[in-house]
């Protein structure tokens, strides 16, 4: 099973952007479908954003349109998000999560995850 290490975490002030990487080992993202989730504290674990094995990507959530955005390096073995224009509501534990299987994009039901990585967006 493929293991998934989130990293790229960190305290922003508001209209700043970060980029998260997610590093899989024990497998090649090529073969896996691939996503982002976030949690707030309180809250339900979000989708944020996903991407198919052939690089098709999924609408974000619409809280996230236009500033997210979700690519792979398959050379890399790496997966990233970038976020644009982060807000204090974008606070939250983001997790990595892949699946070999391309429903999952739809489904959201993704079988391996990542620890998750800490962003703060101050006001």
């Known amino acids: 099973q493929v293991q998934l290490v989130e990293s790229g975490g960190g305290l922003v002030p508001a209209g700043d952007s970060l980029r998260l990487s997610c590093a899989a080992s024990?497998?090649?993202?090529?073969?896996?479908?691939m996503g982002w989730f976030r949690q707030a504290p309180g809250k339900e674990r979000e989708f944020v954003a996903a991407?198919?094995?052939?690089?098709?990507?999924?609408s974000p959530t619409d809280s996230v349109k236009g500033r997210f955005t979700i690519s792979r390096d398959n050379a890399k073995n790496t997966v990233y998000l970038q976020m644009n224009s982060l807000k204090p509501e974008d606070t939250a534990v983001y997790y990595c999560?892949?699946?070999?299987?391309?429903?999952?994009?739809?489904?959201?039901?993704?079988?391996?995850w990542g620890q998750g990585t800490q962003v703060t967006v101050s006001s």
């Open positions: 999560a892949a699946d070999p299987r391309d429903i999952v994009v739809f489904t959201r039901e993704f079988s391996s």
């Open positions: 024990g497998g090649t993202v090529s073969r896996y479908a």
């Open positions: 991407i198919s094995r052939s690089g098709g990507r999924t």
